[in-house]
């Protein structure tokens, strides 16, 4: 006996009602024909093998609500006959969608504003997603905060991080939240972003000509932060002296230096160096191991925004230990950051290293200048008996690396170089947690050398990591990795003249790219 089968109650969408059906029963291999309500539109399946039909039935919105019934006849090509009995039949219900559930919004404060961002927060009676649009007061178009919550996203409670806001702007934050059955509710809330700041107007002046700005700076800095005034020159016959907790906020000025040695001098301890620029007085080429611009002299805590460097004879910036006698502390922290800070800014014709760390940990280096230097970024613990030699906890990225790139002959050399000479007596180097990404390279010349370098002689780097990294000009090879546990060298781009593109002998855990990304 025929049979046939479809849900018992089928719920109208926009365009109609669509269900399935299947039956069993059938003549195999013969075409029946479906029709709705005794109406002459065909649904047209054949039976299979086993005497099986299934399809789908669509009605148009014309389906009314209550009662209706499906018909399955043998398939005529001249339509059915006066008094044809159905092989079977089936009678289904269209019922009205279940009516969804309201949502209201119990809670929706005023955003807390920033200069150019604002946290908008909701809460509502139930779980729901939710959605943040917003325009300046006044407009008529919305524009969604990006990225907006999905519907994965169902909490009670929402809080949106709106960024790249006008500051000054009055705005209007509607916020839309939906509930699982698609039932919403909508409220607006405004906010006004805060003014930007003026700069301050500097809290010290330059001393009187011929004087030496250093010796002023230094003995205000003894007794409280200093902010320099506004585009002002300093000029200093002495190195400036950041005591342990001072801020010396440099406003755009300038510290022009009339000798070779030695920038500015961080003692241990927190400190902030900020928007300022140090101006040397080494023209040459040549270069030292002292006279850096910037000596961070162990401690933790050490912030340096918005720099600029020029013409130092040694590296732009130096992280070395503290001492107590003749036993050196090598400073820093366990994360990238907790040390020294480095952001924005960079440095122009440095005798030395860009970046020479040879006892220091825990340094993050990010939107960074480095432009014609020995080596940009060296992490090179020299070997010494005084203090541990370490480089651990470091995350560079985003640095841009010109050139050019001199080496000791002048020919050029690696822009990143990891490790030295294991120390013949003395402390054995610790290298290792350091992650450099997303750096763009350029020195303006194709070169034969060794692009990322290690030097792990006599004892084990570790946990490196570079990746994303983009060079512009033709090296003789990538990297060379050696004596090395754990970490990988990938998704880097340049070309090399001799592949692998990043080559290593003697390496434990550690995968290395053979081709530019």
Known sequence: MPTLETADVAIPGTAGVSFDYRG???????????????????FVSRSTSRGEIAGSIWIGPEASLGDHRIDVYVWR???LYAGQQPLASKVYKVAKPPTAPPITITSAPPPVMGTTSAIVKVTADQTCSCLVEYRVQGTTTWAPRVPAETSTDRFASHEQDVQGLQSGRAYDFQITVANAQGSTAKTIVKGVTLSTPPPPSG??????SGTD???????TLQQRDVVLQSGATYVCKTPIRRPAGRKLIGNGATLLYTFIGDGILCAPGPGVVAQITLQGAHTGTGWSDNNHAIRVQGGSGHEFPDVWIHDFQGDAYYG???WSGSVGIPGGGTTPGSGMKITGGGFKHVGRMGLGIVAFNGGYVADWHAEDSYCPIDFEPDPNDGYQQTALHWLVERVAVRGPIRGSDGSGTCWLQMGSPQAPHGHVQDIGDIEVRYCDIDQGRDVGHVAISTQFTGYRGHDLKIHHNVMHNRWGVGARINNTDRGFVTDNVGQVGSLPWAQGSNNVGVTLQSASA
């Open 24 to 42: 069993t029963g059938y003549n195999p291999k013969q075409k029946v024909t479906i029709r709705v309500d005794g109406g002459s539109t065909d």
């Open 77 to 79: 090509k001249d339509g």
């Open 203 to 208: 809290d010290l002046p330059p001393p009187p």
């Open 213 to 219: 700005a250093a010796v002023l700076i230094n003995q």
């Open 320 to 322: 070395e230990p503290s």
